[in-house]
């Protein structure tokens, strides 16, 4: 089992649901854990609860939609910590619109904090990684990019294209010891459903420490090991 002290693990879009969850399970002393989001106020908070697990931390606001933001993000993690070892790429955005009130807007923001993002934090991570060290990248696709979401089909299609996206650079990276994986999560109960779904409708979903148990597993594999594409689900939602 690989250990992950002395790494550097960068969190993208990661101050709630599955990245809070991830980043409270993955710090401990010897860990280092970098996180941003878009929302300020949430990045100080996840701060306040990772401060006394004694891990090495670096946080910022950051519009992963924004390439010279997600550039600055990761080289201020690498002049801070030396090493960047692992990326996760969180960050996400849905719309529910019937497509005669779909907007030209709502296709920007979808697949600009889903697509875009995940290639701009991708190539800014790649950057600083050392190729005798190798890196591991894991980006969050959705199962409705395996089955599609009728309320929200442009969400199907920005997750269908992350998957492409990790595939195709999974091919470019190998060579510099890069490996790529893409998760793609059923319906989770996180943030990401408030207003939508409600509370006691959720009892059967997965959860973000669910998520977070398995993220933990992927990073924690021999480096030889390579996860290119898990779908999860949580059993009672399957079998509706």
Avoid at 68 to 83: C, I, L, N, S, W
Avoid at 197 to 219: N, S, V, Y
Wanted: charged residues 25%.
């Amino acid at each position: 089992m690989r250990r992950l002290e002395g790494l550097t693990i960068v969190l993208m879009g990661a101050s709630g649901g599955m990245g809070k969850a991830c980043a409270l399970r993955l710090a401990k002393p010897g860990v280092n854990i970098a996180v941003c989001s878009a929302n300020p106020e949430r990045v100080d908070a996840l701060m306040k609860k990772l401060e006394p697990t004694g891990a090495g931390l670096y946080a910022a606001a950051v519009d992963v939609t924004d390439e010279t933001q997600v550039t600055a993000f990761m080289d201020a993690v690498y002049e801070k910590f030396g090493r960047l070892d692992i990326l996760v790429n969180f960050a996400g955005l849905s719309i529910t619109a019937k497509l005669e009130n779909f907007t030209e807007a709502d296709y920007d923001k979808v697949f600009g904090v889903n697509v875009k993002g995940m290639l701009f934090s991708t190539k800014a991570f790649a950057a600083h990684t050392d190729p005798e060290e190798g890196a591991l990248v894991i980006s969050f696709g959705s199962m409705a990019a395996k089955r599609a979401n009728p309320n929200a089909p442009h969400y199907s299609a920005a997750k269908a294209a992350v998957n492409m996206l990790t595939d195709g650079l999974a091919q470019q990276l190998k060579a510099r010891n890069i490996r790529m994986t893409v998760l793609n999560p059923g319906p989770t109960d996180t943030t990401f459903f408030e207003g939508r779904i409600p509370p006691e409708k959720r009892g059967d979903f997965l959860q973000a420490d669910d998520i977070a148990e398995l993220l933990e597993f992927i990073m924690t594999r021999d480096k030889r090991i390579v996860f290119h594409d898990i779908m999860l689900d949580s059993f009672a939602f399957y079998k509706r």
